[in-house]
C-alpha cells in the first residue's frame, strides 16, 4: 500500500490503474466515443449481461453538455473523467477492495470517515438499475457503488458489481485543492508543470459556447434520426453474412445508440427539447439499449453458447 | 428455557429500512417459532447499518407431541376410498387400525408428531425468514440467487442456556450459520465468537458498536445538545433526522462546527435544509438572534486527531453547498429586484401541470379569476386575492426550489418581502398549500383562503372534468387531500360558503379559458387559410342550429367581399367563436353533473372527517338530507346539534315517538292515498292528552321557527325535546286509528304536525335504530 500522498491528478489516476490492475482487473482504455458516463462503455453495459466473468478498469472520458459552465465552475465541466471498475460476478470482499484503493490514493480510513449511504442507481436511458451506495468521505461523496440488477431490461446473473469515481472531484479532496482548473495535472515539480486548467480551461469555454448556443440543432436531430434509424437496420440484418458465418452486430448496432444518447444530451443543452418530449427521447434511446442487450445475449461474448450448452 | 440470539451481518442496510426491519423480524421470528408449538417470554429486535438482532428469551426447549387420529372410511369401502386415505394421511396399510365405528368396523388412522427440539425449529424458520423477507427493495449479488437488501455475509444463530451455548446449524445459499460476528468496520474489524446475547452485546461494546438504535440516538442528542450549549447554541429538534443519522453509525462520535460568516444571511430554512438535505447536518440555532449559526456532524470514527480531518472535511462541503445555495438566493433575488415576483413566474408558461389541464400558467390564471370570486365570501378584497393568487406559485421558478422542492412556498414569502408586496400577499405564498396533511394548521388570513380555496377547488374540478377521479386506493393527484383541504379551510375558519356554487365557478373558469384558448388558435388559423375559414362556415350553415342567422350574416359579409381569399380577423374570430360555442355550450351544460358529483364527494369526505371526531354517519345523513347542504358550516353545525341531542336521555326517546308517529301517518296516508297534512283542530280533542299536546306543538313550533331562524339547532332542539313527555302520554292514552273517522283525520293531522315540526330540524327518518 502506498502510504505517501499523491502529488497530481494524473498521479491518482496511475495509482488507481495499478491498484486495480494488482486485483486482477483488466485495464482498459477509454472507450473511443463520446459518452455521457463511464457506464456507456460497452466493457460495462454490455458486458454486464450473460454469464461470463469479467474484471475491468478503465478511465472515462464523459461529457455532459448541461454542465458546461465556460471553464468557471470550481466544480462543474461538460467534460470530466470518471473511473470505472466492473467485476462479474461481484466478489464478497468489493467493498474491502473498494476501500483498499482509497488507501491506495492517499485516503487513510482510520482518520476520515467513510460512509455508505443509500443511493440506488437508474439509467433510464439504458433500462438498468441496481442498488448500492453513494460513498461519503467527510461528508462529500467520491463514488458511486453499484449492484447491477438489470441492464437493457435483462436481469443480471451473475451481478456485477460496479465502482464510479468522479475522478476530478475525488482527486480534487485528496489533493486539497478548491478550483478544478487549479489542480496540478502533473507533477508539479515536473520540469513544465501543468494544472488541469492549462489544459482544460479553453476547451471548457469552446464547447460551453458550442453546447449552448452554436450547435446547429437541425443537424443534430437528423443525426439523432440516422444513429436510430442505423441501429435498428444493423440489428434487423440477418445474422448470417455472405460467407455463411453467422455474425450478430451487437457492438456497431450499440455505437449508435451511445451515438444517439449523446445527441440527445446535446439536443436537451441547446435546450430545443421541451419537458414532455423529453421522456419520449429518453423512451427511444431505451428501446435501442435494450435491442442492442437482446442481440448481445445471442453473442459468444453475452454467454450464448454456454446458455445453449446448459 | 434457552434464549435464542440471531444476527444477519450484511453490507450496510440504508437507514430508512431499518425501523420496519426490526418489526419484521421479531414479528416474522417470534409468529414462526409459536405456530411451531413453542413458547417465548419476551422478544427484542435491533439494528445497526451492518446487521439485523433479535434476542428472544425463555424459549421452550422444545415443541409438545401431537397426537391425532382421524376416522377413515369403512373396511367396506371400496379401494380407492382406502387408497385416498392413505394418500392424506401419509400412511401404508399396515398402520392403519381396525375399530368398531357403530356401524361396523372402520379404518382408523392415528398420526403421531413428536416434539421437535427448538434449534430445529429456529432454523427452519429463520430460513424461511430470511428467504421471504419483506424488504421494500432487495437484489441479487455475485453469482447466487438469494435477495436481500444488501449482501448478506454472515448468519449468526445460537441457542443458549446455563448449560452453554449451541449454534444452530443452517445453510442458506452457502452462507453457514455460526457464533461469530464482527465489530465496527475500521475501529475493531476482527471476527470474535460469542456465547450469549449478553456476552454479544458487551463484545460489541468493546469493539465500538453500539447495537440499541435509541441508544444511539440518545447518544447523539445528549452529545449535540451539550457541544451546542457549550458554544451558546441550540440544536434545532429534527426526530426524523435523529431515526436516519443514527441509523447511518455504529459509533456515533458527535463533532460541531460553525457556520461561515458569509452565509449567516441566509434565511433560517435554506440553512437547515441544504444541511439536512444533502450532508445530513443538524442546525444549531442561536437563541438570541434566531439565527442558524453552526451544525453538528456526527461521524462514524473516533480519529487520533480527534476529528478535526473529520470535521475540516465536511466544512468544506458545507461551504461548497452553501456557496450554492447562496448563489441561487441572491440570483433570486435579482430577477425579483428585475423582473417583480410576477417576472419570475413567466416561466410556468413552459410548464406543464397535466397534459389536459395545461400549463402551471394556465392553472395560475384560473386560481387568479376564481380567488377573485371568491375573495368577498370569504372577507378578503378581491384585488389582493388576485394579486397573491398571481404571485403565490412564482417561487416554483426560482433556483432554490429547483434545488431544494421542499422549499416552495417558503420561499415565496420571502421573495414577495423583497419585492415590496403586502404582507397578506406574501404570507399567502406559504399559506395556500395549507392544511398540507390532516395535523397540518389552516389559515385564517382572508386572502390565504381565498387562494387556497380557489387552488384546491380549481384541481378538483378540473381533475373532475378529466374524469382522472381517485378510485380505491388510488388517488395519484391527492384529490381527497385537496377535499378535506377545503372541508377544513371552510369549518376551520366558519365560512358560509355555498360549496355548489364555488365549484360552479370554478368549471366556468375552466371553460372559458379552454374555449378561449381554442378560438385564438382558430382565428390564427382562419385568417391565415381562407379555405379554412370558409369550409368551417359551411359546416356551421349546414348545421340547424340557434346561430344560424348570425353565421348567414358572416357567410353574405364573406361573400359580398371581392377578395374571397381571406378573412379579416374579425370575421375570423367570429366564425371561430361560433364554431368553439357549440362545444362550449356542451360543457356549459354539463358543469351540473360535475357540481353534483363533486359535492357528493365533499359529502363522503365530510363524513370521513366527522366520523373521525365520533359523529355517526346517520346522523350526517339526516343532515345532508335538508336544503342548504352546500354550506359546509351549517352542514356540521347542524349535524352536531342532532349528534348532542341523541345523546340526552329526551333525545333518544322523542326519536322513537317521531318515528311511531310517521309510521302510523304513513300507513294510514298509504292505505287512505291522502296527504294528512293540515287543519288539526284542538275543538275534536277528546282526551286531555290530546289537548296537552296540542298546547306543547303550539309552543314548540313558536320557539323552534326563530331558532331555525337564528341558525341555533341547539335550542331548536331542546324545544323539540320538550315534545317528548306529551307525545309519549298521548300514545299512552289514545287510539289514532279509532271508528271516529272525524276524530281520527284529527289526530292523523295532529301526528302530521309533529312530523312537519320534527323534520324542520333535520330530517330524523334517516336516523337508524
Known sequence: MTTTAPRSFQEIILRLQTYWASKGCAVLQPYDMEVGAGTFHPATTLRALGSRPWAAAYVQPSRRPTDGRYGENPNRLQHYYQYQVIIKPSPPDLQALYLGSLAAIGVDASVHDIRFVEDDWESPTLGAWGLGWEVWCDGMEVSQFTYFQQVGGHDCHPVSGELTYGLERLAMYVLGVDHVMDMPFNDPDAPIPLKYGDIFRQTEQEYSRWNFDQADTGVLLKHFEDAEAECERILAADETDGAGRRIVMAHPAYDQCIKASHLFNLLDARGVISVTERQAYIGRVRALAKKCADAFVTTEAGGASEGRAA | ?769
Open chain 2, 1 to 769: 428455557m434457552p434464549d435464542l440470539l440471531i444476527e444477519l451481518f450484511s453490507e450496510e442496510i440504508p437507514a430508512r429500512m431499518q425501523g420496519k426491519a426490526r418489526e419484521d423480524l421479531k414479528k416474522l421470528i417470534t409468529d414462526g417459532l409459536v405456530e411451531a408449538g413453542l413458547t417465548y417470554t419476551g422478544a427484542h429486535a435491533l439494528s445497526t447499518p451492518r446487521r439485523l438482532t433479535l434476542a428472544v428469551e425463555g424459549l421452550t426447549a422444545e415443541s409438545r407431541a401431537v397426537r391425532e387420529e382421524r376416522k377413515g372410511p369403512a373396511t367396506t369401502a371400496p379401494e380407492q376410498a382406502v387408497q385416498g386415505f392413505l394418500r392424506s394421511t401419509g400412511l401404508t396399510m399396515d398402520q392403519l387400525e381396525i375399530r368398531d365405528a357403530g356401524k361396523g368396523q372402520a379404518y382408523f388412522a392415528v398420526i403421531e408428531k413428536p416434539g421437535r427440539k427448538a434449534a430445529e425449529i429456529a432454523a427452519g424458520v429463520l430460513e424461511a425468514t430470511i428467504r421471504n423477507f419483506p424488504w421494500p427493495k432487495s437484489m441479487r449479488w455475485g453469482a447466487g440467487s438469494l435477495r436481500w437488501v444488501r449482501p448478506l455475509h454472515s448468519i449468526l444463530c445460537l441457542l443458549s442456556d446455563e448449560g452453554g451455548a449451541e449454534v444452530v446449524a443452517l445453510d442458506i445459499d452457502g452462507i453457514a450459520s455460526g457464533n461469530t460476528t464482527r465489530g465496527h468496520r475500521f475501529l475493531a474489524p476482527e471476527a470474535f465468537s460469542v456465547t450469549s446475547f449478553e456476552d454479544y452485546a458487551a463484545k460489541l461494546k468493546l469493539a465500538k458498536v453500539m447495537l440499541d438504535p435509541d441508544e444511539r440516538a440518545e447518544h447523539i442528542w445528549h452529545d449535540a445538545t451539550n457541544a451546542a450549549f457549550a458554544a451558546g447554541l441550540e440544536v434545532v429538534e429534527d426526530k426524523g433526522l435523529l431515526t436516519e443519522v443514527a441509523g447511518l453509525v455504529e459509533w456515533p462520535v458527535v463533532l460541531m462546527g460553525r457556520i461561515g460568516e458569509d452565509f449567516l444571511g441566509l434565511p433560517p430554512e435554506v440553512l437547515q435544509t441544504s444541511m439536512k438535505e444533502h450532508q445530513k447536518f443538524f442546525s444549531c440555532r442561536n437563541a438570541k438572534t434566531g439565527r442558524i449559526e453552526g451544525f453538528v456532524t456526527v461521524a462514524n470514527n473516533e480519529p487520533a486527531d480527534h476529528g478535526a480531518t473529520i470535521l475540516a472535511g465536511n466544512q468544506k462541503v458545507l461551504s461548497a453547498r452553501l456557496s450554492d445555495a447562496k448563489f441561487f438566493w441572491e440570483n433570486d433575488l435579482r430577477t425579483v429586484a428585475q423582473t417583480g415576483l410576477e417576472g419570475m413566474a413567466d416561466g410556468l408558461a413552459n410548464v406543464t401541470f397535466h397534459n389536459k389541464l395545461g400549463s402551471q400558467r394556465d392553472r395560475i390564471d384560473r386560481i387568479e379569476a376564481l380567488a377573485r370570486e371568491i375573495a368577498p365570501l370569504v372577507g378578503a378584497k378581491p384585488d389582493l386575492a388576485a394579486e397573491a393568487a398571481r404571485v403565490a406559485k412564482a417561487d416554483l421558478q426560482s433556483a432554490m426550489v429547483g434545488e431544494f422542492p421542499e422549499l416552495q412556498g417558503t420561499m415565496g414569502v420571502y421573495y414577495a418581502k423583497a419585492a415590496g408586496l403586502p404582507d397578506a400577499v406574501a404570507n399567502a405564498c406559504k399559506e395556500h398549500y395549507q392544511p398540507l396533511g390532516p395535523s397540518d394548521a389552516v389559515p385564517s388570513d382572508p386572502v390565504s383562503i381565498a387562494v387556497a380555496l380557489a387552488d384546491k377547488i380549481d384541481t378538483l374540478t378540473g381533475f373532475w372534468a378529466i374524469d382522472e377521479k381517485p378510485t380505491g386506493s388510488k388517488d395519484p393527484f391527492a384529490l381527497r387531500r385537496a377535499a378535506l383541504g377545503v372541508i377544513r379551510l371552510v369549518l376551520g375558519n366558519e365560512l358560509r360558503l355555498d360549496l355548489g356554487r364555488v365549484i360552479h365557478a370554478s368549471r366556468d373558469v375552466e371553460i372559458e379559458q379552454q374555449y378561449g384558448k381554442s378560438i385564438k388558435s382558430l382565428t390564427e388559423q382562419f385568417v391565415h387559410d381562407y379555405s379554412e375559414a370558409a369550409q368551417t362556415l359551411a359546416e356551421l350553415r349546414a348545421l340547424e342550429g340557434g346561430d344560424v342567422y348570425h353565421i348567414n350574416q358572416i357567410w353574405e359579409a364573406l361573400e359580398d367581399a371581392e377578395d374571397q381569399t381571406r378573412v379579416t380577423r374579425e370575421q375570423a374570430e367570429q366564425i371561430a367563436a361560433a364554431y368553439a360555442g357549440r362545444g362550449m355550450q356542451v360543457d356549459t351544460q354539463g358543469v351540473w353533473i360535475i357540481r353534483d358529483d363533486l359535492l357528493a364527494f365533499f359529502h363522503d369526505r365530510l363524513k370521513v372527517h366527522l366520523r373521525d371526531e365520533g359523529i355517526r354517519h346517520d346522523v350526517i345523513d339526516a343532515c345532508l338530507a335538508m336544503p342548504g347542504n352546500d354550506d359546509l358550516t351549517l352542514l356540521v353545525k347542524r349535524a352536531e346539534a342532532l349528534s348532542a341531542f341523541l345523546k340526552t336521555d329526551d333525545g333518544g326517546n322523542l326519536i322513537q315517538g317521531f318515528k311511531r308517529s310517521n309510521n302510523i301517518l304513513s300507513q294510514a296516508e298509504e292505505k287512505d292515498g291522502v296527504e294528512y297534512s293540515f287543519g288539526a283542530d284542538p275543538k275534536f280533542a277528546e282526551d286531555a292528552s290530546e289537548r296537552t299536546l296540542f298546547a306543547a306543538l303550539d309552543t314548540a313550533e313558536a320557539a323552534i321557527a326563530p331558532a331555525m331562524k337564528d341558525e341555533d339547532f341547539g335550542a331548536a332542539m331542546s324545544a323539540m325535546a320538550s315534545l317528548r313527555a306529551p307525545i309519549d302520554a298521548f300514545f299512552e292514552a289514545v287510539q289514532v286509528n279509532t271508528d271516529n273517522e272525524i276524530v281520527r283525520r284529527n289526530r292523523l293531522n295532529l301526528l302530521s304536525r309533529i312530523r312537519t315540526i320534527c323534520l324542520s330540524v333535520a330530517d330524523l327518518t334517516k336516523l337508524e335504530g
